[in-house]
């Protein structure tokens, strides 16, 4: 079946627009390379973006090869960025089956399910 992603379905893409993930390929899958675990497909919004920069990530400002975030872009996050986040009151939304399920040996499903982003 391949890579499964936390609802234990085959991983879907994330983004290709901008491209995202720790391969640049669209998804959200890792390796033992990938120290930052970027697992979780998230929905970026202005107030993370700004917080994601005030602790020291710059994701909206574009450098070479890297266009700059800007809310609503899908971003392949390291799972425990995004923990750090959601205890901060700050999570963005997360499409759960584009987000690797190693993600669950960070973060309960129960709480990335209150998360969960809809294309509805």
């Known amino acids: 079946m391949g890579i499964k992603n936390v609802l234990g379905t085959k991983l879907q893409s994330c983004s290709c627009s901008p491209m995202t993930g720790w391969y640049r390929d669209g998804s959200c899958k890792t390796d033992a390379t990938d120290m930052?675990?970027?697992t979780i497909c998230a929905?970026?919004?202005?107030?993370f973006?700004?917080?994601s920069k005030a602790q020291g990530n710059d994701l909206s400002t574009p450098q070479i090869g890297f266009p700059g975030l800007k809310a609503g872009d899908h971003w392949c996050?390291?799972?425990?960025r995004w923990?750090?986040?959601y205890e901060d009151g700050m999570?963005?939304?997360?499409?759960?089956?584009?987000?690797?399920e190693s993600t669950l040996t960070i973060i309960d499903l129960d709480i990335l399910k209150q998360f969960a982003f809809t294309n509805s």
């Open 36 to 38: 930052g675990m970027h």
């Open 43 to 47: 929905v970026m919004t202005d107030q």
């Open 49 to 51: 973006l700004s917080y």
């Open 77 to 80: 996050l390291c799972a425990p």
């Open 83 to 85: 923990k750090e986040a």
């Open 91 to 100: 999570a963005p939304l997360v499409n759960l089956e584009a987000t690797e």
